[in-house]
């Protein structure tokens, strides 16, 4: 049955090299192939008609094509920075094993971004992230992280949009940091302009929980990609909480260690995410918590806005709230951005993105 061969766009570079080996052609070979697979939009191998008939039916007889498709397409309009206006838009694509994941767009003042997932479910199970509550399905293929992408983009030139992605975070559901090689094979293909969607790598940032070992091994990559890592409270203890696996296997010492040595390493500033929990992380003492972690290497703070999520109960804070939070950083020389919650109400946003699968048996 043709399901049951081997979906060629799951594989790496690497591994494509090595499956042509096995085929009895020549290794190099796998780069025209993959050429043919980031460049193109082709649903079979009789479409690459630069490869020879011989090695397009080898190609046939051992490995399918199956590309993401699109389940559902939801939007909401809404202000955007500055006030402009703009659509936040969420695709609810099905992977060829029938696992589903989330990307969403999201404009910006001068840019459209891509927020994709790493991972279906995870498994770290963080207490705000509605994504930790389905559990831990499986790590998406490179080509599977390239194709939310691609669908993206592709959904933009097909309704003649002037506009163009020009963004891309690992902020969808999974942890980035848990498929690591992966997400550096999708990163250096997004980023090659060899292919079909190129930006770079500069515009890419990768959001972790804080996986110790994987940032450092991030760092000697030479990937000119931006880190974000979800801080929420300098508190081992409350951070045991919030993000008990997270917090309990890569605690906020050591993790720190590591940061500055990225920081170091790259020559550029991690930025601490903290989502501001009413009662829970946004005291004064917390502020100062806070700033004490982000003194002494080079880092900035991105405040968030809590985003509600059906069974959980954490509230948003106050804008005073936020604003006082905020001032206390900024009056010690921090530097602070704060960003704003877009696609709340399609459940897009920051912490909402799991499959309706999961939302539905959730709400019974
Ligand atoms: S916040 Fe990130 S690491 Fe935590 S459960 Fe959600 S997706 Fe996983």
Not at 79 to 98: I, N, V, Y
Not at 115 to 141: E, I
Not at 263 to 278: D, F, H, I, N, Q
Request: aromatic letters at 6%.
């Amino acid at each position: 049955m043709a399901e049951e061969r081997p979906n060629i766009l799951d594989l790496r570079l690497d591994e494509l090299e090595a499956a042509l080996e096995a085929l009895q052609e020549p290794r190099w070979r796998a780069r025209q192939v993959h050429q043919w697979l980031l460049s193109h939009r082709i649903g079979s191998f009789s479409e690459m008609t630069t490869l020879s008939l011989e090695l397009r039916r080898k190609l046939d007889e051992a490995y399918s094509i199956r590309p993401l498709e699109t389940e559902k397409h939801d939007e909401t309009a809404e202000r955007f920075e500055g006030d402009e206006p703009g659509t936040t838009e969420k695709l609810l694509l099905r992977l060829p094993d029938g696992e589903r994941v989330e990307s969403v767009l999201i404009p910006g003042r001068g840019r459209l971004t891509a927020c994709v997932s790493s991972q279906a479910g995870c498994p770290f199970n963080c207490s705000f992230c509605a994504t930790g509550k389905m559990g831990y399905r499986r790590n998406l293929s490179a080509g599977e992280i390239c194709a939310q992408v691609w669908a993206l983009s592709d959904m933009l030139e097909q309704r003649g949009s002037q506009a163009a992605l020009s963004n891309v975070v690992f902020m969808g559901m999974g942890e980035p940091l848990l498929n690591t090689r992966n997400v550096i094979e999708a990163v250096e293909n997004l980023s090659s302009r060899k292919y079909r969607y190129s930006t770079s790598q500069r515009r890419i940032t990768i959001s972790t929980v804080g996986i110790i070992p994987e940032i450092d091994r991030l760092a000697e990559t030479g990937l000119k990609t931006k880190l974000a890592v979800s801080l929420h409270t300098a508190d081992q203890r409350k951070r045991e909480t919030l993000m008990a696996r997270a917090a309990r296997e890569h605690p906020l010492d050591r993790l720190r260690k590591s940061l500055a040595r990225y920081a170091s390493k790259t020559g550029e500033p991690v930025t601490l995410a903290y989502m501001l929990l009413r009662g829970v992380n946004d005291s004064e003492e917390d502020a100062k918590r806070l700033l004490a972690y982000a003194s002494g290497f080079f880092c900035k703070i991105n405040l968030i806005d809590y985003n509600s999520i059906v069974n959980i109960k954490f509230e948003p804070v106050y804008d005073e709230a936020r604003d006082r939070f905020r001032r206390i950083l900024q009056d010690a020389g921090a530097q602070v951005t704060l960003r704003k919650s877009y696609g709340t109400s399609i459940n897009a946003a920051c912490g909402q993105l799991a499959t309706s699968t999961m939302r539905s048996s959730d709400n019974q």
